[in-house]
């Protein structure tokens, strides 16, 4: 299925724009090729029991496409927006059971941090970090021994998020991370860092793609984000 996306993703790419190439590129969307009654995410995922992590689902071979990777972030902020006395966290979903699961409390500094928003930014860096430099990435490679680009899927609920690294980030690049009201971009510093690991990602052929999916559809996340204010980590 991944690879059926990709394939027709490159083919519209050539009567789009350099600008829509650029955004697209970090879009993924399977839910387009179906009808709303039955746009169910879960159907386009397979758990690799043996791996601990996710994958396209690869309805073909009735398993997960190997050079996919499918990862659901979220994050949890009492008190949004509301630095006295708030606490946030953020929460990691590979798999149900799966070892790679992670959960913790955001420790901020300014107050403009307390909101939903950052702590998703947060949830996504670590993410990436975690597949990156911990034993996620290897035992992902290690599942094909097929070559070329392999595709990270970072589902998420917040249009925020997906807005920020599918849209918004280019233009953000070329006019020096200022907003449409002329001032420097909110979580600028987090942006350019996660934007920062995903080309350094694609250097090593892992492309990047953001997936927005329902509120309901994403709610182990949810669950170990609000698990971690819950015990107090």
């Known amino acids: 299925m991944l690879e059926k996306y990709l394939v027709r993703e490159a083919r519209r790419d050539k009567e789009r724009s350099f600008e829509d190439q650029q955004i697209f590129s970090r879009k993924f969307d399977l839910h387009q090729y179906f009808s709303p009654a ?3 995410t879960k159907r386009f995922i397979y758990y690799d029991q043996i791996s ?7 309805a073909n071979e009735m398993a997960g496409d190997k050079k996919s990777l499918v990862v659901a972030v979220d994050g949890a902020c009492h008190q949004d927006g509301n630095a006295s006395g708030s606490k946030s966290s953020y929460g990691i979903f590979f798999g149900k059971d799966s070892g790679f699961n992670t959960y913790d409390t955001i420790e901020v500094s300014d107050e403009r941090q307390q909101t939903k928003d950052y702590t998703r930014l947060i949830a996504v860096d670590r993410a990436l970090d975690l597949i990156k430099n911990s034993s996620v990435l290897e035992n992902w490679r290690s599942t094909s021994e097929r070559e070329g680009s392999f595709t990270i899927v970072i589902m998420t609920d917040s249009t925020y998020v997906y ?9 953000w690049r070329k006019n020096g991370f200022e907003s449409s009201e002329g001032e420097e971009v909110v ?25 927005s999916v329902p ?5 182990e996340a949810e669950k170990l984000a609000n698990r971690a204010l819950q015990d107090g980590r």
Do not use: P
Not at 52 to 58: L, N, Y
């Open 38 to 40: 039955s746009r169910n």
């Open 163 to 171: 807005d920020t690294f599918t849209t918004s980030i280019w233009l």
């Open 215 to 219: 509120r309901e559809d994403n709610t």
């Open 187 to 211: 979580s600028r510093e987090l942006i350019d860092k996660i934007d920062k690991a995903i080309l350094d990602l694609a250097g090593d052929k892992i492309l990047v793609r953001f997936w």
């Open 52 to 58: 601990r992590i996710s994958h396209v689902h690869d």
